[in-house]
């Protein structure tokens, strides 16, 4: 029997092509409105490999395809190819929409191929990819832009991060923090370079100025003389290609400006390349910003540092000093806890002191209270005055500025005798007693007494001298020492008994091998937990 095809031509009609292997109808309208009203395309071919049906949206997608053409030798590639090799599907660019065609094999040799327009959806495959690489390229950048606080190591992130993702060449531009130079300077990274590289910048390079003041420059170096760009660009790069710059928003002024430069035979920065490029340099200058604030911190906190440290203690003659000090935490070696000594005369005059609080605020106050008595000292050198004179000079001030601290302190004077002992006189505030370790290992406490310095205006304190006699040693300390809670389980102090002991058993050393001694036993009881501030002093008669 034979019918009409749906082509219109006469022949049997391919019951078998029926969309995805289903049977056509026989009324070769409905058929033909079948297929073309499907969303692909389908081609039907015999066993010689010659079209025999193309649906409408066939026609539409492949127009050099139609009834007769042997695909063997048909105008499109990519199918031409998938039929000589018997593949069974292919995905191919074709008048500038992506198809994907799949073959099957029906009965009798003959074959379908049924043919998508997918060009939408890779599209937003695509797009999908891309934002989903850009995600994590700005997370990855802000992450590495984040470890490190000096400004240095940043800026060179900085350039690093964005080649080659974003560009071939990545330039920053950067005024250096210090305001005795403000000469401009770059840092450069390529792809293929070891290393950052980095110098002045010249003058006249294309918009260097509307750069470093925060200004979107879409491409400055578009006609610029390669003469003016030669000494921040690598031989390489003597043509430029495409060129963006972004500035780098810092805190509270521009930290710089970054340059995005692409090799001549690459694409042009895009509209989201634009706003990657963007995002990232805001990042980058937020890093630098940051580092910048670290860095005049860490220099403030380097300058406390070094004016609250305990000094080098000075040279007395006929006697003997030696002090220790730990700082609460790791990131300062200051704290509440201080002792100094000066020279005055013959002799010299002591302070041990701790302040209540730990960290910069108790250091602080600890740095007002030595401060205090390098001033006072000049007018007055009696440790019992001398306290006095202090404790009125921290009432006095501002309430705000002491926010409750207080200060329990020892003040002494200390002078060697011409018979080979030191003469020790010393005046309390509320501090725990020295103890005197003699020349047989015993130990015993100097009673001083007093009350803290600068709590109550009508504060009462106490004065005492004692005389060491050669071989002799006054030891004075902190409550960091007794208080350190460590030991086998973690929370028994080390305690007065344990001190003493420990004392004893150090009787005769040198003051200087002591206090080691004393600061290692110590650091063994807290086995790495965490301390309060410990300050300890030793004086004695020099040896003859």
């Known amino acids: ?74 105008a499109v590639p990519a199918l031409a190819a998938a039929t000589r090799d018997g593949t069974d599907g292919f995905e191919t660019t074709h008048h500038g929409r992506r198809l994907s065609a799949t073959r099957r094999i029906l009965g009798g040799g003959r074959c379908v191929w049924y043919v998508r327009d997918v060009t939408e959806e890779r599209a937003r495959a695509d797009a999908l990819r891309a934002e989903r690489t850009r995600t994590a390229f700005l997370a990855e950048a802000g992450g590495r832009l984040g470890l490190s606080p000096h400004r240095d190591q940043t800026l060179r992130a900085t350039a690093t991060l964005p080649v080659p993702y974003l560009a071939d060449l990545a330039l920053v531009l950067y005024r ?80 710089g400006a970054l340059i995005l430069l692409r090799r001549p035979g690459r694409a042009g920065f895009d509209r989201r390349d634009a706003e990657l490029a963007r995002e990232y340099a805001a990042r980058a200058g937020a890093a630098v910003g940051a580092a910048e604030l670290y860095g005049e911190q860490a220099h403030l906190a380097r300058v406390l ?55 910069v605020g108790a250091a602080v106050l600890t740095g007002r209270v030595r401060q205090s008595l390098q001033t006072l000292r000049l007018v007055e050198r009696r440790p019992l005055e001398l306290i006095r004179l202090l404790d009125r000079a921290l009432l006095d001030t501002p309430q705000p500025a002491r926010r409750s601290q207080f200060t329990t302190l020892l003040l002494g004077t200390v002078e060697g005798e011409p018979a080979g002992g030191v003469r020790v006189r010393v005046a309390g505030g509320g501090h725990p007693d020295p103890l005197v370790v003699r020349a047989d290992g015993t130990v015993g406490p100097v009673r001083v007494g007093g009350m ?69 036993l110590v650091d063994d009881w807290l086995a790495g937990q965490s301390q309060d501030d410990i300050a300890m002093l030793a004086v004695t008669a020099a040896e003859g």
């Open 452 to 520: 803290p310095v600068g709590v109550l205006a009508a504060a009462r304190f106490a004065e005492t001298e004692i005389r060491l006699a050669p071989g002799e040693l006054l030891f004075a300390y902190t409550d960091g020492v007794t208080g350190a809670r460590g030991g086998p389980a973690g929370d028994e102090l080390f305690g007065e008994r344990r001190l003493r002991r420990a004392l004893a058993d150090a009787a005769g050393l040198p003051p200087a091998t002591l206090v080691d001694r004393l600061l290692r």
């Open 305 to 359: 540092e070094q004016s609250l440290l305990p000094p080098e203690l000075p040279t007395v003659p006929g006697v003997t000093l030696a002090g220790g000090y730990r700082a609460a935490g790791d990131r300062l070696r200051i704290g509440g806890d201080f002792y100094d000594v000066s020279r005055i005369g013959q002799g010299a005059l002591f302070a041990l002191g701790d302040v209540c609080g730990r960290g």
């Open 1 to 74: 029997m034979t019918t009409t095809r749906p082509d219109g031509g006469a022949g049997a009609v391919p019951t078998a092509a029926g969309p995805r292997g289903g049977r056509l109808p026989a009324d070769p309208r409905l058929a033909r409105e079948l297929l073309d009203g499907l969303a692909e395309a389908v081609l039907t071919t015999g066993p010689d490999q010659v079209v025999t049906l193309a649906n409408a949206l066939a026609t539409d997608l492949l127009p050099e395809v139609t009834p007769g053409t042997d695909l063997t030798r048909c």
């Open 176 to 255: 250096p923090p210090s305001p005795a130079d403000q000469r401009p300077r770059w840092i450069r990274y390529a792809a293929g370079d070891p290393s950052p590289t980095e110098g002045p910048v010249p003058a006249g390079l294309p918009g260097l100025a509307a750069a470093l003041h925060g200004d979107a420059v879409p491409d400055p170096w578009r006609d610029a003389d390669p003469a003016a760009l030669a000494a921040v660009l690598p031989p390489a790069f003597a043509d430029p290609g495409p060129a963006l710059v972004c500035p780098m928003p810092g805190a509270g002024r521009p930290a």
